[in-house]
């Protein structure tokens, strides 16, 4: 349970609710107009957002599947109540998990476990250490907490620099509060493999938490990558941070949980105001259940990724080898100068990543909207003379 209601903690929960706080936060954003503004600023009517083809949040264009808008639909009777049958969902995700109840810490989306993580663990001044860029979320809401980031370069090869993250929590240990890791790294795909995985959480210093933030998970075709959940099992000090926004599309919906150690379960509980509604509670046990609509959405999203990024590659511009439900095009100019011209054409995509400037996120998203995205490319940037050196994603 909360121990204050304070109003940042009020406000910080409607804007969760609405899902909109990280993304209005994020680095950058401002460079491009929130999604439900036009190009004037002013709101958009309902019939000119649905118009617009939306790559730049990462989202599922398909939405939820049929077996979890049935169940949503069934918990609508449940809008009126505080108490209710909630279809189960901790012990659902627990069991998905091979956890306990006392693992799991659901939240609304993931956004609030990782502010609840920098609550927990940033308390009297603490440090998070990084990458950058990464999804700075994390960072922002430490900033919040007058808490500082150790940001850390990426490699040549955009790969997270596993040993010089050892490094720097060895050198930070005495004010250092947790560490994150996003895998596969947001904005660029690229993952994080077993082996580094488990070469960082042996090389950290004892008890340092590591938040393991795997929302783009279910993309993942590499057999290099492996969940970091069963570090959970073994007892370590790792927060695994899982979101039903992506996979199972019901970022609009709120719903994301946190699977961990009990004792760092317990400690991170006190911070979370997981004020989750009733219908997506339902909606999140039959998403879980619903294995083969995970699987197709899975099957579309890669193929479209595929198929745009070899045609991008095509036109002579290097692609990062991603495993999500987006990637980074090298642009070989200011990502800022083009997102305009998409926005233009109805396409919404990435804002700038610094220090990636010249790289632009796509986010994958249907059939009509990659081809209206691929079209406008070749109107907006020329064609490249030279040759790509990296494999499409
Ligand atoms: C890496 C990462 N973590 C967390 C989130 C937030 O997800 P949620 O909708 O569950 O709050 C996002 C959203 O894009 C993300 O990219």
Redesign the pocket.
Known sequence: MKNAFSRRKFMGGFA?AA?YF??QSDTGLLASPPSELGPDGRPLSPDAFDKLAKLS??ENPYGPPESVLKAMTGAMKYANRYGYPDGGIVQAIADHHGVGKENVLLA???????DVVDETFLEGGKKVLGVEP??A?VYEFALGLKANAIRLQLLPDHRQDIPAMIQAARENQQDLGFVYL?NP??PTGVIVTKQEVRQLLDGMPEGVPVLI?E??HHFVESPDYETSIPYVKEGRPVIV?R????IVGL?GM???YAVAPAALITRMRAHAIASINAIVKWGGVAALRDTEAQARCKAVTLQLRKQTTAELTGLGYTVLPSEANFFMVHLRRPAKTVIGEFRQRGILVGRPFPPMDDYLRVSVGNADEMARFLAAFKEILPVSGSTATTKPG
Do not use: C, M, P
């Open positions: 969760l899902g990280s993304l949040f990462n609304a989306g993931s956004t609030e476990i990782l990464t999804f979320t996003v790294n947001n933030d929302a783009y941070a979101t039903f926004s992506k970022a709120r719903l994301g």
